[in-house]
């Protein structure tokens, strides 16, 4: 089915380890992003993509780097996991800037940095 | 980035309509008006949007105020599968951050059976 696939969808850390996020799109989207959400809060933007070599800063992305090598994939890196790192994170495409449809989200990944 | 204002929460009946509000009263003339529907234990889902004239589709209604300074997302009967975080969110396709949504807290709907 097309969409947006996050794997894994459950994860959890030791303090201090460093792991991936995978995320791939089926869309031919341009643009891609990841946001974290922690609880009773609404979506923070970490990185974002608009196009395969190019990727910027969101609102909170410390502790986090990403890559686009690929329109298809925007893994996000943990460097060195942080219990503040704890949240649920979701990867989101979107046609370009000229089409202002609706991004599409995956399902998420529930990290727990213990 | 232009910021929107929605209650926090709302309730509804079963098949009974709702009309979720939004304020946005410093709306540029290029954003887009967009709602989003977050179900529990899920990512959020793109509902409908609009840019100046009332929008309609098979998940809702999008009623856009004249001066585009409020908008209201109508669910015409509302079932227990329509209980979510409602966001409205403003995209600018003007050029500069339009790939981003800010996403604030949203309108916590529960439909009471």
């Known amino acids: 089915n097309a969409g947006v696939t996050q794997t894994p969808k459950f994860q959890v850390l030791k303090t201090g380890q460093s792991m991936t996020l995978q995320c791939a799109q089926d869309m031919n989207h341009e643009y891609m992003s990841w946001y974290r959400q922690d609880p009773g809060m609404g979506l923070r933007l970490i990185h974002y993509s608009v196009g395969a070599g190019i990727t910027d800063q969101g609102e909170v992305p410390n502790g986090y780097n990403v890559s686009r090598s690929t329109t298809e994939d925007f893994p996000l890196r943990l460097l060195s996991a942080a219990p503040s790192q704890t949240s649920v994170y979701f990867c989101?495409?979107?046609?370009?800037?000229?089409?202002?449809?609706?991004?599409?989200f995956g399902s998420g990944t529930r990290l727990t940095v213990v | 980035d232009a910021k929107t204002t929605q209650p926090n929460s709302m309730e509804s009946n079963e098949e009974e309509p709702v009309h979720l509000p939004c304020n946005h009263s410093?709306?540029?003339?290029?954003?887009?008006i967009h709602w989003y529907r977050q179900l529990p234990s899920q990512g959020p889902e793109y509902v409908i949007h609009g840019l100046t004239s009332n929008v309609n589709n098979r998940m809702a209604s999008l009623a856009i105020a004249e001066d585009r300074k409020s908008s209201t997302l109508i669910l015409h009967r509302a079932t227990l599968r329509d209980a979510a975080v409602y966001y409205c969110i403003l995209r600018d396709t003007g050029g500069g951050s339009n790939y981003k949504l800010t996403f604030g807290k949203g309108t916590l709907l529960t439909v009471n059976p």
């Open positions: 410093t709306i540029s003339g290029t954003d887009y």
């Open positions: 989101a495409s979107s046609f370009a800037r000229q089409a202002p449809g609706g991004y599409t």
